[in-house]
């Protein structure tokens, strides 16, 4: 049985936590939930989290947008979808979205994947082979339209960095 944390504590090990990775606020109440701390001595240690700036929303939809983009490699769609579970607002997302989102570096990533995913395929790549990749690329969240595009530009993806 775990020992019940005081709220004083709480704040403590969430201000520990965000201090090294970045934190929204919906992952910091449901941390709270989880240690049962009371909703309205959650809601004032969120108000000081914030206050003292170990949480910013617009902080972290950033890190995250350009963390999934780079090193995950995720599509916007997947992305996106991630960011709308944390509850965090169209805005925000969209605004980090527009500024850490590189084109290129966007249609590289994608091309790595095809590239990755080709290389158990037999060559030239069949009808059924293409399907696979189109099924793949949506699956790491990119849009329909781009994969289509990339899938029959096939010179582009098997020869990009």
Avoid at 85 to 113: Q, V
């Amino acid at each position: 049985m775990t020992r019940q944390l005081t709220p004083r504590q709480a704040f403590e090990r969430l201000a520990d936590r965000a201090a090294t990775t970045e934190m929204c606020s919906t992952e910091a109440e449901q941390k709270l939930r989880d240690w049962q701390i009371a909703p309205e001595e959650a809601d004032a240690i969120i108000d000081r989290l914030i206050a003292e700036r170990y949480i910013d929303d617009r902080r972290f939809a950033h890190a995250y947008v350009r963390d999934r983009i780079n090193n995950a490699r995720w599509g916007l769609l997947k992305i996106r979808r991630a960011m709308r579970l944390k509850r965090l607002p169209n805005s925000l997302i969209e605004e980090a979205i527009d500024t850490e989102l590189n084109d290129e570096t966007y249609c590289r990533n994608l091309a790595a994947a095809l590239r990755s995913k080709a290389r158990s395929m037999e060559q030239p790549l069949l009808p059924a082979d293409r399907a696979k990749l189109v099924r793949f690329a949506a699956s790491r969240g990119y849009e329909p339209d781009l994969i289509l595009e990339m899938v029959d530009d096939e010179e582009y993806w098997r020869n990009a960095d």
